[in-house]
């Protein structure tokens, strides 16, 4: 064994069967979707059929699934576009989103065109519900909740359905980025009244550089990328027909074989749990353990010289992880994250993330790296 791959929440290998229904697209399909001759409209089919899979997996309807350039993009354009198109002045949020939803917020609130509210949150990255009611309660300023479905540094999952829920009692918008948990859990738009909702296929075995937003048919927004008439006039530039069609491959195959997914997947996290605290008496986990994605193993450690160099020396021992989110996380930045919840903490923060494809022997293998990392740490 030469290296072990725990590193699922920041991508996943592209599966077989995804690669193929690529290959195949790749060899076939190179007309231009918005021409009218035959090549142009095999692909514009081939468009609207990897349309109908995502939009059937999540309860929508055709008509509210877009595909962008990923869950950037789709967290981008759903909170721009609710301030400039449905008259949104105020978003609830909180500390622990996505750089892309902080970032947006950031931008958002210099431009004066938002109140920025925080609704609390505990230290296992739990919102307070109470206190979002309240916020939803104490004002009538149009308002975006934007919160996201599993957090992709600690794992702690919202509570989806009753966040919708209460949002809609007090007739606020409700974005969720379901980047890490499209794929992995049952999401029915149907059922759920989500505003907006996010995905990427890169999370799911597919190809980077794609995603999908869906916007509820009753929120009319105009395009945040302004081009030609692709995506029903919603955004502009040639389709990525590859990655879309890889996008829906991996979707599909996601959903079809959730439940053996699952099961191995929280099989190996379980494993490394038991493991890691048998190992190293001194170990805590961050975010909730009853309440949790089950792909997502955030462990911390207590300092030391070494724990500092941590994640390189893994690295150089055959064990991909990270100490949070790979879209931040540079050399070894530090997680705003893990800030947030446990504040000006010395301890070391390793993120494990999983997939179906790994096993307790590649566990049983990082374990035995880590015991000579940290020696002073084992028992």
Do not use: W
Request: aromatic fraction near 8%.
């Amino acid at each position: 064994m030469n290296r072990v791959y725990f590193d699922n929440a920041a991508t996943t290998p592209i599966c077989k069967d995804v690669q193929e229904a690529m290959a195949q697209a790749i060899g076939n399909l190179y007309g231009n979707p918005s021409s009218i001759h035959t090549e142009g409209r095999n692909a514009r089919a081939a468009i609207e059929e990897a349309r109908k899979k995502v939009a059937n997996y999540i309860g929508a309807s055709i008509g509210e699934i877009f595909f962008t350039s990923g869950g950037t993009e789709s967290n981008n354009t759903a909170l721009k576009c609710a301030v400039r198109d449905l008259g949104v002045k105020r978003i609830i949020s909180s500390p622990l989103e996505h750089h892309c939803i902080l970032h947006s917020l950031d931008s958002l609130e210099s431009a004066g065109v938002i109140e920025r509210v925080n609704v609390n949150i505990d230290q296992e990255g739990n919102i307070d519900i109470k206190h979002l009611e309240e916020l939803l309660q104490s004002s009538d300023v149009p308002t975006l909740v934007s919160l996201m479905h599993s957090n992709n540094e600690v794992g702690t999952l919202l509570p989806l359905e009753k966040v919708a829920a209460l949002c809609e009692e007090n007739n606020a918008y409700f974005h969720s980025d379901t980047v890490q948990t499209v794929g992995y859990f049952p999401i029915d738009v149907s059922k759920t009244p989500i505003s907006f909702l996010s995905g990427s296929a890169h999370k799911f075995y597919g190809p980077k550089g794609i995603g999908f937003i869906y916007v509820n048919a009753n929120n009319q927004i105009k395009p945040y990328m302004d081009g030609g008439a692709q995506e029903r006039n919603m955004r502009g530039g040639t389709e990525n027909i590859y990655g879309i069609i890889g996008l829906a491959k991996g979707l599909e195959s996601s959903y079809e074989e959730l439940d053996i997914r699952r099961a191995k997947t929280t099989s190996v996290r379980n494993y490394m749990k038991e493991q890691l605290m048998a190992h190293f008496p001194d170990i805590t986990f961050n975010g909730n353990q009853e309440n949790y994605h089950y792909k997502v193993l955030s462990a911390s450690f207590p300092p030391s010289d070494k724990a500092d160099l941590l994640l390189l020396n893994l690295d150089m021992a055959g064990i991909s992880v990270s100490g949070g989110s790979a879209c931040s996380s540079g050399a070894e930045a530090g997680s705003h994250v893990i800030g947030a919840l446990h504040g000006d903490s010395p301890r070391k923060t390793i993120r494990f993330s999983f997939s179906h494809s790994n096993t307790k022997e590649e566990v049983d293998f990082a374990i035995s790296k880590l015991r000579v990392i940290l020696p002073e740490m084992a028992v």
